[in-house]
């Protein structure tokens, strides 16, 4: 069973920068695709970011040019840089895991393993 442990959520002003990191463990295969999806109030989980084994990322349209998507194989860890954060960031973020090359999964469809995910909030 892969479990993954989300950190770095937290509460900053708009225009500041935070860095979630999610590292996966209990893996007895590779992982191929990782990435980052969130939920923000009173909406349907959406895609922030994914990355493939291959160096491929994907970027929501409204993220892109301010987040950015990484991540160390060697640790099984994902990170999302957030920068220039806006009120509608506001939301909890979660990691998404699997074995399978997953780039384009707008709602999170295909991923089979899952974080508690972690509160970022971005004061006016």
């Known amino acids: 069973q892969v479990h993954l442990v989300e950190s770095g959520g937290g509460t900053v002003q708009t225009g500041g920068s935070l860095r979630l990191s999610c590292v996966a463990s209990?893996?007895?295969?590779?992982?191929?695709?990782m990435g980052w999806y969130r939920q923000r109030p009173g909406n349907q989980r959406e895609l922030v970011a994914t990355m493939i084994r291959s160096g491929r990322r994907n970027y929501a349209e409204s993220v892109k040019g301010r987040f950015t998507i990484s991540r160390d194989d060697m640790k099984n860890t994902v990170y999302l840089q957030m920068n220039s954060l806006k009120p509608e960031d506001t939301a909890v973020y979660y990691c998404?895991?699997?074995?399978?090359?997953?780039?384009?999964?707008?709602?999170?469809?295909?991923?089979?393993?899952w974080g508690q995910g972690t509160q970022v909030t971005v004061s006016s």
């Open positions: 998404a895991a699997d074995k399978h090359s997953i780039l384009y999964s707008d709602y999170g469809a295909g991923f089979d393993y």
């Open positions: 209990g893996a007895d295969f590779s992982i191929d695709a």
